[in-house]
């Protein structure tokens, strides 16, 4: 950790969809430098939680500060605007564009030849490899192929650039991902998620597997039924201690 103020602060967030309480006075900080993971069984409100984050969803009640000042936002746009980006599981990825042209997917880099405006394709590619370099280490064997042809790591990257494209990028939320890749692509991704941390985000990282979460979290902040039942410092903790968080083992000894 870095800095000793939190980035993000949420304080005290409900969110009821109906009858279903899936948020019940949820507090997180997020520092700058830092990785913080969310762990929990399904249905405990991770999803929630960081879509609320990112502007996806609305609390029912409950504050979010932003550097230490109110943070409202009424959509992902908002969250974007003020430096809060999200990378999917299921990646948004447009499957038949080459890499440069999801990146700049919707923010398309133009040109005027002539009065004309033009899409500037050169640059896009050339943007497109200096940020996979320069913030995350990645080369791409070609820039022609359809995105669909990478495999998940690069994809993986891909997706990242384009959120980390975003100047302003201070926050930035992985749901899942390494999911869906086998062990090297995993171990790629992890790379990657420290190259952001050193970069100065903070990294917010939902993740079912707790030892990429040991390898990479400085901190690991534990749902079980739409609370938190506790932060702790990787440092200071185990793989069995959080399990234990997650399943409720001391409540159900008690
Ligand atoms: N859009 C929704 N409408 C109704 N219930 C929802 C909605 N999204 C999530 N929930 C409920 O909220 C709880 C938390 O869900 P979620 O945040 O997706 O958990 P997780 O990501 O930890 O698996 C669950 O009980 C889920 O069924
Ligand atoms: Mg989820």
Redesign the pocket.
Known sequence: MTDKKPIISMRGIV?R??G?V??NDVDLDAYAGEVLAIV??????????I?ILTGVYQPTEGAIKLDDQPLEMSSHADAIDVGIDAVYQTLALADHLDPAANMFLGSELTKKVLGITLLDNKKMRSETERVLMERLGVRLRSLDAQTDSLSGGQRQAVAIARAVYNTNLRVLVMDEPTAALGPQETARTLKLIKALKEQGLAVIL?SHSLDDVFEVADRVHV?RR?QNVGVVKTAESSTQEVLGMIVGAKEDAA
Not at 40 to 49: E, R, V, Y
């Open positions: 969110k969809f109906g279903v899936a948020l929990g069984d399904n249905g405990a409100g991770k999803s929630t939680l879509k939902i749902q739409g």
